[in-house]
């Protein structure tokens, strides 16, 4: 259960909270707990969730990239809920075949096949386990595929993005309502 409210308002008022709940539902199907969590902080709320629809809809990195690295970084912190958040909108929101996003999340980056894709996660999975040792052919990598000094910093925030969402989802004990198999995978070493 819970450490804190999930906080389910009966309508929404904030033209700001209502459209990243619209933005939500359109890539999971429905506007899961984690957010009603963040609503326990609602100053905070549309900031928070108005940056992370930046860094998802403004850089160099697909949306499908994003949503890798999510499941990687997310896997790799222990987060089995924002692992099954990432395997879902990758699956439901973005298309992806289950069986695929099911091997993503039990095998992470063994799972691609794309050069870029495997640069983005090697790097993503240093940045969350040791940012002072990303190394410079790390970085070399990502330019050779087509990344930028935007799309570089991009990713350094996106995995740092998800960090914090692993941390308050771990630390505050979400109530999980994702599908059983995310959960299942994510929890396997």
């Given at each position: 259960?819970?450490?804190?409210?999930?906080?389910?308002?009966?309508?929404?008022?904030?033209?700001a909270v209502a459209?990243?709940?619209?933005?939500?539902?359109?890539?999971?199907?429905?506007?899961?707990?984690?957010?009603?969590?963040?609503?326990?902080?609602?100053?905070?709320?549309?900031?928070?969730?108005?940056?992370?629809?930046?860094?998802?809809?403004?850089?160099?990195?697909?949306?499908?990239?994003?949503?890798?690295?999510?499941?990687?970084?997310?896997?790799?912190?222990?987060?089995?809920?924002?692992?099954?958040?990432?395997?879902?909108?990758?699956?439901?929101?973005?298309?992806?075949?289950?069986?695929?996003?099911?091997?993503?999340?039990?095998?992470?980056?063994?799972?691609?096949?794309?050069?870029?894709?495997?640069?983005i996660l090697d790097?993503?999975?240093?940045?969350?386990?040791?940012?002072?040792?990303?190394?410079?052919?790390?970085?070399?990598?990502?330019?050779?595929?087509?990344?930028?000094?935007?799309?570089?910093?991009?990713?350094?925030?996106?995995?740092?993005?998800?960090?914090s969402y692993n941390?308050?989802?771990?630390?505050?004990?979400?109530?999980?309502?994702?599908?059983?198999?995310?959960?299942?995978?994510?929890?396997?070493?």
């Open positions: 259960m819970a450490r804190v409210k999930i906080v389910k308002p009966e309508s929404i008022e904030d033209p459209g990243i709940f619209e933005w939500v539902t359109q890539m999971e199907g429905s506007v899961p707990n984690h957010f009603f969590v963040e609503l326990n902080f609602p100053e905070f709320f549309p900031a928070k969730l108005g940056a992370t629809k930046i860094l998802w809809e403004a850089g160099e990195l697909e949306m499908e990239e994003i949503q890798h690295v999510g499941i990687v970084v997310s896997k790799a912190n222990g987060c089995s809920y924002c692992t099954a958040a990432f395997c879902t909108i990758l699956n439901h929101g973005l298309g992806a075949a289950k069986d695929y996003v099911a091997t993503v999340a039990a095998t992470g980056a063994d799972a691609v096949d794309s050069p870029r894709l495997m640069a790097y993503a999975l240093k940045v969350n386990s040791d940012p002072a040792g990303v190394e410079d052919s790390q970085v070399a990598a990502l330019r050779e595929h087509g990344l930028t000094d935007k799309g570089i910093v991009q990713l350094t925030h996106v995995v740092s993005d998800f960090g941390r308050l989802n771990l630390a505050l004990q979400t109530d999980y309502d994702y599908e059983d198999l995310w959960r299942t995978l994510a929890s396997k070493a």
